[in-house]
């Protein structure tokens, strides 16, 4: 036969404990006078300071990320049309180059140095062994 027992108590949650007051809320308060700004009897801004303080860390954070983007996208597209530049500039050099090893454009320009083709063809020579 089962015996009589107690039921056992669920193990008891530790109480929240109160916030202490913000001491930086308080330090801004008696150098910047937030309660003179905001009145005394509104609390709100010195309540929150913590808050206020990271968002507004995370619009600088947000606003500076924003500002290496547009960055970074400006410098994308001055590389991007320099590369083009650049593609253009060698395109026209190995036209150039093509254009210049040409055997009549050798001639025209050995001309200058008083040499001729050779108006008689090539003589073959035979070695015998």
Request: cysteine-free; proline content about 5%.
């Amino acid at each position: 036969m089962a015996h009589n027992t107690f039921k056992s108590r669920p193990p008891e949650r530790p109480l929240r404990r109160k916030r202490k007051p913000l001491r930086i809320g308080l330090w801004l308060n008696e150098i910047m006078g937030i309660d003179r700004l905001f009145g005394s009897d509104n609390a709100w801004p010195i309540r929150n300071i913590n808050r206020i303080l990271w968002v507004t860390l995370l619009l600088v954070v947000y606003i500076g990320l924003n500002h290496n983007a547009e960055r970074l996208v400006r410098r994308i597209a001055r590389a991007r049309t320099d590369v083009d530049e650049l593609r253009a500039q060698e395109t026209t050099i190995k036209a150039d180059l093509a254009r210049s090893s040409k055997q009549s454009e050798i001639s025209r320009q050995v001309f200058a140095d008083s040499l001729f083709d050779s108006q008689s063809p090539p003589q073959k020579l035979i070695v015998n062994e």
